[in-house]
C-alpha cells in the first residue's frame, strides 16, 4: 500500500450500478459508495488515516456479492 493509497480495478461490464462497501476486522462497514458502472472502473481509496488492520473490499450489484479483496493497513 503506497502512501495509504489502494486503486481498486473492476471490469466486470455487464452491470451497471455498483455497490462498494470496506469492512473493517470487526465486520463494520467504514465506507460505502456506489458507482455507475457501464465498462468497468478504476477507483482510489485513501486508507492513511485508517486504523492499522484488515479490511475487505464487497463488491455487490444486482446479480451477485463478491469479497474481492483485502488490503492491510500497518
Given amino acids: 500500500m503506497k502512501d495509504g493509497m489502494i486503486q481498486m480495478l473492476y471490469n466486470k461490464s455487464t452491470v451497471e450500478n455498483v455497490k462498494i462497501e ?12 456506489a458507482v455507475n458502472n457501464k465498462f468497468g472502473f478504476l477507483k482510489n481509496y485513501d ?5 492499522e488492520g484488515f479490511y475487505t473490499f464487497e463488491v455487490s450489484d444486482q446479480e451477485s ?10
Fill in 22 to 33: 470496506i469492512i473493517n476486522e470487526e465486520g463494520d462497514v467504514i465506507h460505502s459508495d
Fill in 47 to 51: 486508507f492513511s488515516k485508517l486504523d
Fill in 65 to 74: 456479492i463478491d469479497r474481492i479483496a483485502q488490503a492491510e493497513r500497518w
